[in-house]
């Protein structure tokens, strides 16, 4: 249980891109259940820290429900393949995490909103490169949004802390605008973390092609390459995070 | 959402005794997740991450079975529910929280896994002394293992904290005999909150109360009156603590 061993409790027959694909956003799941635990854990009231509580599960059970996708056994405990196909990355939000430290809360929930909220698009996106049905199995969970008390536009894991955050800027303008310099700061470093990682995942690059293909996008009549993908894939997630910032009306 | 209206949520029909175990129950769970998900936020390695985020996990399923029994509507949002029962413990473990403060990380499993299991047995032990079917579902929820890698007699939330602890101090005889101090100060200061609480809520005392007499206790012939419950119910939650000590092989 301790270790993933080689592609301990993978099923041998799903692609090589799924695997990947589902290792990043299984990750990434698991980090948003840190951040929104870390905020319940100290939130100034108890039904904040239910809410965060309750938000912390959910991207749990999104977690399971991407780690079914590849498992080789439906008995097979999560915490194996998960442990397998998460490990390329491991420690890939350190130095994200490490330059959005801080000790403010509302910051805090603030930084898992925009951090996930762009590690999430961005495997949307690679998903949008995945052929065949398990392809549409990844996306089908990727898009599926989560019950919350907010369901809608912003159902998913985040739905509270982004219910909260909205309330929390509307009534204080300060705080608004430190919330909206803030968010500027860690959409950037979420972004510095995606090209990271498209750096040290060649099959990601080749994904993200494939979902620009797929798109439709114009990359510049194909002379490019990988800097016109990734071009084209930042200013989707900016989109994505201008967006998301709208919701909570805080100026991107 | 945001705060505890009345009886918000609950339904009337379900009887006080029930309302108020629920409550504590369900903040324990609460508590319990908080304390693993902070564990898990800060674990060694990727699998002990996930392994301590499903503990999380399952706490607050077991949570929500909890309130599902005392919710006027099935369709209600939890927190509404959670937020009014729990609200009389809101703050019960603000003293214990400060008092088993600490900076390691096996010290705080084992603070988790100790306080969480003596706060479980107070529920196990009040839930004796419910009457009807409704203190039979109670009952059966609090009883009900939770599925885990090492399920059986530690299944629980904590089953992988558990099996964490004993591994660690089975490979480390300075690790043992140190987690083994900590256990008991901590058992020591959760026996504190158990005690401050039967002073504050007297539907805890009489609950404790009936169920010494169901279980055939013999307190002193009666003449003891609270003080021979307390004792009753001190020395069955210190039992239980040397059993789940033992099977971490930390001397209790």
Known sequence: MM????????????????????????????????????????????????????????????????????????????????????APFDHA??????????????????????????????????????GGSSGRAVRQVLERPAPGPEAGADAGADAEAIWLLARLAAADDVLSSRLALWGRRVVGEALGVVTALLGRRPALVELAAEAAA?????????????????SWLVARLTGEHTRRMDRMRLAA
């Open 93 to 130: 939000l350190a130095d994200f995490d490490a330059r959005t430290d801080t000790e403010d809360w509302s910051e805090g929930l603030l930084k898992g909103v925009v951090g996930h909220g762009v590690a999430q698009d961005f495997c949307r996106v690679l998903a949008g490169g995945l």
């Open 214 to 230: 797929r798109s439709g996008a114009d990359l510049g009549g194909g002379s490019g390459g990988d800097d016109a993908v990734r």
């Open 3 to 86: 270790s993933p061993r080689g592609a301990a409790g993978v099923d041998p027959s799903v692609p090589a891109p799924v695997v990947e694909l589902v290792g990043l956003a299984a990750y990434t799941e698991l980090a948003e259940f840190g951040l929104l635990a870390a905020r319940s854990v100290d939130a100034p009231d108890l039904a904040t820290r239910q809410a965060l509580a309750d938000g912390a599960d959910r991207a749990l059970a999104r977690q399971r429900a991407l780690l079914a996708l590849v498992s080789a056994d439906d008995g097979v405990v999560p915490g194996v393949v998960g442990a397998t196909v998460m």
